[in-house]
């Protein structure tokens, strides 16, 4: 589609975007329908990556080209360029010839001499609560003047789009691990009052007896303690371990000598 998209052409497109991110995918699958769309339907685009930022680090996700990560790199160790300045500045940059744009002179020159990159769109992605990140969306040509006005409210539904989805897999990946967390502790609480009854020691001693053991077998805890649940007993243990099985000394008060 040209810059100049009809009306229908738009609507289509905002469809599709809203269709292809509604779904409960995985973080990684959002970031990748992201940067695919943006090579797909943003006017202009020829390559798209995510920059995500963590406690003043960037790297690159989800590129539709590894050369991306290397002009990613150029703008990371600069700290400046189109796509560090959209997340610092917390809005949209548009550079129509990298090779003559005197806000990353430094940077512009080497994409262009390392890529080919001349023009680029980078549009800040905003999370009202989500990953615990700040990111942006980032679109390359080798083009000069490569994105317009249509290509800019696309690539902001995207990104506006992108945010959503992402908070909502964020929020889908939290509540799988809280259930995760749950079953396995439901597990181990199981297969400690198993052994606790079995062998008659502590709850202190059963989890000792589950540490160890995976610790021995290469496995998890928690897949000891299903083992456990299922026969009633552990896996071949240590030398060591059924120390724990004896009963705990009784500690005495110490005996006066007789005058």
């Given at each position: 589609?040209?810059?100049g998209?009809?009306?229908s052409?738009?609507?289509?497109?905002?469809?599709?975007?809203g269709?292809?991110?509604?779904?409960?995918q995985?973080?990684?699958?959002?970031?990748?329908l992201?940067?695919?769309?943006?090579?797909?339907d943003v006017?202009?685009a020829?390559q798209?990556?995510?920059?995500?930022?963590v406690?003043?680090?960037?790297?690159?996700?989800a590129p539709?080209?590894?050369?991306?990560?290397?002009?990613?790199?150029?703008?990371?160790?600069?700290?400046?360029?189109?796509?560090?300045?959209a997340i610092?500045e917390?809005?949209?940059?548009?550079?129509?010839?990298?090779?003559?744009?005197?806000?990353?002179?430094?940077f512009g020159?080497?994409?262009?001499?390392?890529?080919g990159?001349?023009?680029?769109?980078?549009?800040?992605?905003?999370?009202?609560?989500g990953p615990?990140?700040?990111?942006?969306?980032?679109?390359?040509?080798?083009?000069?003047?490569?994105?317009?006005k249509t290509?800019?409210a696309?690539?902001l539904?995207?990104?506006?789009?992108g945010?959503?989805?992402?908070?909502?897999?964020?929020?889908?990946?939290?509540?799988?691990?809280?259930l995760?967390?749950?079953?396995?502790s439901?597990?181990?609480?199981?297969a400690?009052?198993v052994?606790?009854?079995?062998?008659?020691?502590t709850?202190?001693r059963?989890?000792?007896?589950?540490?160890?053991s995976?610790?021995?077998?290469?496995?998890?805890?928690v897949?000891?303690?299903?083992e456990?649940c299922?026969t009633?007993?552990?896996?071949k243990?240590?030398?060591?371990a059924?120390?724990l099985?004896?009963?705990?000394?009784?500690?005495?008060?110490?005996v006066?000598?007789v005058?």
């Amino acid at each position: 589609m040209s810059d100049g998209g009809t009306a229908s052409e738009l609507a289509d497109i905002f469809e599709r975007i809203g269709a292809e991110l509604s779904h409960g995918q995985q973080p990684d699958e959002v970031y990748a329908l992201l940067t695919h769309a943006a090579v797909r339907d943003v006017p202009g685009a020829q390559q798209a990556g995510i920059t995500l930022g963590v406690a003043g680090s960037f790297t690159t996700i989800a590129p539709t080209h590894e050369l991306i990560r290397k002009v990613d790199r150029i703008q990371y160790d600069l700290t400046s360029g189109p796509c560090v300045d959209a997340i610092l500045e917390d809005t949209v940059f548009n550079a129509p010839d990298l090779r003559s744009d005197h806000r990353w002179p430094e940077f512009g020159q080497r994409a262009f001499e390392l890529a080919g990159v001349v023009s680029m769109l980078s549009l800040r992605v905003f999370f009202e609560d989500g990953p615990g990140a700040v990111a942006a969306l980032n679109m390359y040509s080798s083009e000069v003047s490569a994105f317009g006005k249509t290509s800019q409210a696309i690539g902001l539904l995207l990104s506006t789009h992108g945010a959503l989805a992402l908070a909502a897999a964020t929020a889908n990946d939290k509540a799988d691990n809280l259930l995760t967390a749950l079953k396995n502790s439901r597990e181990i609480g199981i297969a400690m009052g198993v052994l606790m009854t079995r062998h008659k020691i502590t709850r202190e001693r059963a989890f000792d007896l589950l540490r160890i053991s995976s610790q021995h077998t290469h496995r998890k805890v928690v897949s000891i303690a299903i083992e456990v649940c299922d026969t009633g007993e552990l896996p071949k243990l240590p030398d060591l371990a059924p120390t724990l099985l004896l009963p705990k000394p009784t500690s005495y008060p110490p005996v006066e000598p007789v005058a």
